[in-house]
């Protein structure tokens, strides 16, 4: 299975690009990148998800490198409402199912 | 479209003592999905149910199991809990279980659970 490397935690100023990193360095060809996010007391929230072009959605933007070892996650105005634990996770195959590997995440702090 | 509801959202159990949370799917999604997070940690898979059965388990003991009813709702049972058990426990419903790595998976709020 594929492992996700991401910094413990980053600030961004309100109204500011965040853009977080993500190593996945070992991720297999048909292995998807998503991204979740996890506000404090819910639970997770899916954002987005990509396998090797960038997507865009209403909420952020992911952009993969070509050779798909790493990715960043682009929320484009951060707003305080974006703190949250993000996680980077690279999908995993458990009998027939698909499991969610959760690493440690990154804590998102939005400043005032 | 109803959320993911899961119930109770809160509960005390001593150790030794056997669990039963309940989880609501979001309409329309036949495959629940449940996770345990202890504090300060990511989410970890314990199993999957679809079609009434287990189609997916994570490292979890026998203890820890599950069943999955006609209306697709699902219950979580943990047998002779440890101080370990301790967490907020996760369920999520999705439309399809392992077949598409498309699919997105809808999270409820989760129960916590102390162990004393």
């Known amino acids: 299975d594929a492992k996700t490397t991401q910094p413990t935690s980053m600030d961004c100023a309100e109204g500011r690009a965040a853009n977080l990193p993500c190593n996945h360095s070992t991720i297999s060809g048909n292995e998807y990148v998503y991204w979740y996010r996890q506000i404090h007391s819910q639970g997770p929230q899916y954002i987005i998800h990509g396998l090797k072009n960038n997507e865009t959605n209403e909420m952020a933007s992911l952009i993969i490198t070509e050779d798909r070892k790493s990715s960043t996650l682009i929320l484009p105005h951060a707003t305080l409402r974006d703190t949250a634990v993000y996680y980077c996770?690279?999908?995993?195959?458990?009998?027939?199912?698909?499991?969610?590997?959760f690493g440690s995440g990154t804590q998102l702090t939005v400043l005032p | 479209e109803t959320g993911v509801t899961q119930s109770p959202t809160h509960l005390i159990k001593t150790r030794g003592q056997q669990v039963t949370l309940r989880c609501s799917s979001q309409?329309?999604?036949?495959?629940v999905s449940w996770y345990q997070q202890a504090l300060g940690q990511g989410p970890q898979f314990i199993f999957q149910?679809?079609?009434?059965?287990?189609?997916g388990r994570g490292n979890f003991p026998p203890r820890f199991s599950g069943l999955q009813f006609p209306n697709y709702s699902s219950e979580l049972n943990v047998n002779a809990l440890e101080l370990d058990d301790s967490a907020l426990y996760l369920c999520a419903s999705s439309r399809k279980p392992g077949g598409s790595t498309n699919e997105k998976l809808f999270f409820g709020s989760g129960t916590q659970l102390s162990v004393l």
């Open positions: 309409s329309g999604h036949n495959t």
């Open positions: 149910y679809y079609r009434e059965e287990e189609n």
């Open positions: 996770i690279v999908t995993y195959l458990s009998g027939s199912a698909r499991q969610l590997t």
